[in-house]
Nanobody, 116 residues
Framework: QVHLVESGGGLVQAGGSLRLSCAAS????????MGWYRQVPGKQRELVATITSSGSTNYVDSVKGRFTISRDSRKNTVYLQMNSLKPEDTAVYYC??????????WGRGTQVTVSS
């Protein structure tokens, strides 16, 4: 079992920055890929960024050059640094972790609101 807790969401003006954190606890040695999704009410959840245990990263095109995902294996924490935020980045951001046999664990989500 893996438990994920996100933090760092909030309200920011367009052009501003936020850093999201996701701390994992439990059977963390089983985790391979971690990442972030986001969801706007009435829309499908969108994959934002991923990072593997070896540090390989991937981003959705809309955040490339603005968002950076990183991982601190000692703290079992993944971060999402979000710069140059836009109103369209407003969403609930969910952390996830793929564990043993690719079972996916989810955090409860953190709200990010970008005002214009």
């Amino acid at each position: 079992q893996v438990h994920l807790v996100e933090s760092g969401g909030g309200l920011v003006q367009a052009g501003g920055s936020l850093r999201l954190s996701c701390a994992a606890s439990g059977i963390t040695f089983s985790i391979n890929v971690m990442g972030w999704y986001r969801q706007v009410p009435g829309k499908q959840r969108e994959l934002v960024a991923t990072i593997t245990s070896s540090g390989s990263t991937n981003y959705v095109d809309s955040v490339k050059g603005r968002f950076t995902i990183s991982r601190d294996s000692r703290k079992n924490t993944v971060y999402l640094q979000m710069n140059s935020l836009k109103p369209e980045d407003t969403a609930v951001y969910y952390c996830y972790a793929d564990g043993f046999r690719d079972y996916r664990y989810w955090g409860r989500g953190t709200q990010v609101t970008v005002s214009s």
